[in-house]
């Protein structure tokens, strides 16, 4: 059974910095993709940010220069590093995986990942 564990998220104000993680446990992550997602409230679920397998990365311009998404595999974690926070980026923030081993395709649609954490709330104040 897959697990994920994200944590880091907090209170920040505009403008600010906050790095979260996502511990991957009950199997390693080093051969799948995986996605970070948020949650605001009212909203559906929006893409974040996905890294590959092999290291490549995907963003949607909402936060395209803002975040970084990477990973340690030694750690069987990821990352999401935010930086030029603004209050529209408040949400709760969940990562998750793709369960298909080493797939070329890097997916932005929630409903294509297996796996989920439990989420972290970010919460950046004007």
């Known amino acids: 059974q897959v697990q994920l564990a994200e944590s880091g998220g907090g209170l920040v104000q505009a403008g600010g910095s906050l790095r979260l993680s996502c511990e991957v446990s009950?199997?390693?992550?080093?051969?799948?993709?995986m996605g970070w997602f948020r949650q605001a409230p009212g909203k559906e679920r929006e893409f974040v940010a996905a890294?590959?397998?092999?290291?490549?990365?995907y963003y949607p311009d909402s936060v395209k220069g803002r975040f970084t998404i990477s990973r340690d595999n030694a750690k069987n974690t990821v990352y999401l590093q935010m930086n030029s926070l603004k209050p529209e980026d408040t949400a709760v923030y969940y990562c998750?995986?793709?369960?298909?081993?080493?797939?070329?395709?890097?997916?932005?649609?929630?409903?294509?990942?297996?796996?989920w954490g439990q989420g972290t709330q970010v919460t950046v104040s004007s």
């Open positions: 998750a995986v793709d369960k298909r081993i080493s797939s070329m395709v890097l997916e932005t649609t929630a409903v294509k990942y297996d796996y």
């Open positions: 890294i590959r397998w092999s290291g490549s990365t």
């Open positions: 009950g199997r390693a992550a080093s051969t799948y993709n």
